[in-house]
């Protein structure tokens, strides 16, 4: 599975209801694979239920590995989220480590992708529990994009303002520091005109938290990247 030909991609959370009409508009849409993952309330019951649903679906449907215990057979791709300004080392490592020590036996390497998060808005839970750092200055988000790209050499970058709507001048930096890197943006979507704003650099845009207030909203998302 190449992920790097997503253009379009739908974030399902385990820990929230989605019932079936909205779940066969969002299959019908045209977007290109499935992500499932959240901050809280995520477990392997929860997360199987989900993916049960949706892994006859006819498209890739990936996991975001958050936790150690919610790893699961029969994904067709893993991420592994690294948060690279995170202010503990658990979510630079720590989490990771367990992760391949309880299921390394039979994770394939190429199905699981390390992912570089920058985690940029104050407010989202995922910034809370990784304690990460999001005052950063344009500069310093550019430099942490470029660590994960130059230094650790990861396939990807997921810009994070899990939320609301990102400064859209930092994702262009980042795009026009890294003209090679995968850069996946998530974080505010909520109809075509943010869509359009933020995929103007973004390679991926990542569309989750509109499917569940405003399903119309959120399938404008994809017809507005076509």
Same mark, same amino acid.
Not at 9 to 17: A, G, T
Not at 185 to 204: H, K, N, R, W
């Given at each position: 599975?190449?992920?790097?030909?997503?253009r379009?991609v739908?974030?399902?959370?385990p820990?929230?209801?989605?019932?079936e009409?909205?779940?066969?508009?969002?299959?019908?849409?045209?977007t290109?694979?499935?992500?499932?993952?959240?901050?809280d309330?995520?477990?392997?019951?929860?997360?199987f239920?989900?993916?049960?649903?949706? =892994?006859?679906?006819?498209?890739? /449907?990936?996991? $975001? #590995?958050?936790q150690?215990s919610?790893?699961?057979?029969? &994904?067709?791709?893993?991420?592994?989220p690294?948060?690279?300004?995170?202010?503990?080392?658990?979510?630079i490592?720590?989490?990771?480590?367990?992760?391949?020590?309880?299921?390394?036996?039979?994770?394939?390497?190429?199905?699981?992708?390390a992912?570089?998060?920058?985690v940029?808005?104050?407010?989202?839970?995922?910034?809370?529990v990784?304690?990460?750092?999001?005052?950063l200055?344009?500069?310093e988000?550019?430099?942490?994009?470029?660590?994960g790209h130059?230094?650790?050499?990861?396939?990807?970058l997921?810009?994070?303002?899990?939320? =609301?709507?990102?400064d859209?001048? /930092?994702?262009? $930096? #980042?795009?026009?520091?890294?003209?090679?890197a995968?850069? &996946?943006?998530?974080g505010g979507?909520?109809?075509a005109?943010?869509?359009?704003?933020?995929?103007?650099y973004?390679?991926?845009?990542?569309?989750?938290?509109?499917?569940?207030?405003?399903?119309?909203?959120a399938?404008?998302?994809?017809q507005?990247?076509?």
């Amino acid at each position: 599975m190449k992920f790097q030909s997503w253009r379009h991609v739908f974030k399902l959370d385990p820990n929230k209801h989605l019932d079936e009409e909205a779940l066969h508009a969002l299959i019908h849409s045209g977007t290109d694979a499935f992500l499932i993952g959240g901050t809280d309330g995520v477990n392997a019951e929860n997360t199987f239920a989900l993916f049960a649903r949706v =892994r006859d679906a006819g498209l890739p /449907v990936a996991l $975001e #590995i958050s936790q150690p215990s919610q790893v699961i057979d029969g &994904f067709d791709h893993y991420f592994v989220p690294t948060v690279l300004n995170a202010g503990t080392p658990e979510w630079i490592v720590g989490h990771h480590a367990r992760a391949f020590e309880r299921y390394g036996h039979f994770f394939d390497s190429r199905h699981v992708t390390a992912q570089g998060y920058l985690v940029l808005n104050p407010d989202a839970k995922v910034a809370h529990v990784t304690e990460s750092r999001c005052d950063l200055s344009l500069e310093e988000a550019v430099a942490y994009a470029e660590v994960g790209h130059h230094l650790f050499r990861l396939p990807s970058l997921y810009i994070e303002y899990s939320g =609301r709507l990102g400064d859209v001048d /930092v994702v262009k $930096e #980042i795009r026009l520091s890294l003209p090679q890197a995968h850069l &996946f943006y998530g974080g505010g979507i909520d109809g075509a005109e943010s869509a359009q704003l933020m995929g103007a650099y973004a390679d991926t845009i990542v569309v989750g938290n509109i499917i569940y207030e405003d399903l119309a909203g959120a399938l404008a998302t994809v017809q507005a990247l076509r």
